[in-house]
T-cell receptor, first 117, second 114 residues
Framework: AQSVTQLDSHVSVSEGTPVLLRCNYS??????LFWYVQHPNKGLQLLLKYTSAATLVKGINGFEAEFKKSETSFHLTKPSAHMSDAAEYFCVVSDPSRSSGTYKYIFGTGTRLKVLA | DGGITQSPKYLFRKEGQNVTLSCEQNLNHDAMYWYRQDPGQGLRLIYY???????QKGDIAEGYSVSREKKESFPLTVTSAQKNPTAFYLCASTTGTGLNYGYTFGSGTRLTVV
């Protein structure tokens, strides 16, 4: 079965310093992986996705993630944090259902990013 | 602009009462999903629907019911059988199977038992 682990529940960085949010996955298949961001009391917004093309994926707002099959990781990074990046971030792996031919998402438990002035 | 509209934004339920959360999309997406979000637990799938008049149970369907009579609409009813309904509920949709497209999410409904 597919699973995803976000290694840190909370991360604090100073404004202007790099951001690293860690995600490891477990998959029996070639996975599709996603990062979503959620601001308080809002829905989730897609940041970026990996779907077996380039292993370095660039997303919105300066975020990027690198798919490393040997390490089963898909960490999210940003060179310089901005105050507006403070939010909760979810790593997601797709879970194919062979019986129905459909796909479901498996969500990580989230990492809350705090940006200090 | 296309998107997903969830209503109401806040909902209060009395003990033993059924309540219905609305989810409407104008994206022409085939598949729609309901998730429940609790602090520290990520999102858990309640129900999903790939096509009109068809839906499947997710991981935590007990105490919930859905219908999919129109492509645009996927309402969720929280029944009195759901013993701990206080949570943030998110509706999502996607085109195709969702594998490569990602989901579009609504802005959520916060349900509180009073």
């Amino acid at each position: 079965a597919q699973s995803v682990t976000q290694l840190d529940s909370h991360v604090s960085v100073s404004e202007g310093t790099p951001v690293l949010l860690r995600c490891n996955y477990s998959s029996s298949y070639s996975p599709s992986l996603f990062w979503y961001v959620q601001h308080p009391n809002k829905g989730l917004q897609l940041l970026l996705k990996y779907t077996s093309a380039a292993t370095l994926v660039k997303g919105i707002n300066g975020f990027e993630a690198e798919f490393k099959k040997s390490e089963t990781s898909f960490h999210l990074t940003k060179p310089s944090a901005h105050m507006s990046d403070a939010a909760e971030y979810f790593c997601v792996v797709s879970d194919p259902s062979r019986s129905s031919g459909t796909y479901k998402y498996i969500f990580g438990t989230g990492t809350r990013l705090k940006v200090l002035a | 602009d296309g998107g997903i509209t969830q209503s109401p934004k806040y909902l209060f339920r009395k003990e033993g009462q059924n309540v219905t959360l609305s989810c409407e999309q104008n994206l022409n997406h085939d598949a729609m999903y309901w998730y429940r979000q609790d602090p520290g637990q990520g999102l858990r799938l309640i129900y999903y629907s790939q096509i009109v008049n068809d839906f499947q149970k997710g991981d935590i369907a007990e105490g919930y019911s859905v219908s999919r009579e129109k492509k645009e609409s996927f309402p969720l009813t929280v029944t009195s059988a759901q013993k701990n309904p206080t949570a943030f509920y998110l509706c999502a949709s996607t085109t195709g199977t969702g594998l490569n497209y990602g989901y579009t999410f609504g802005s959520g409904t916060r349900l509180t038992v009073v």
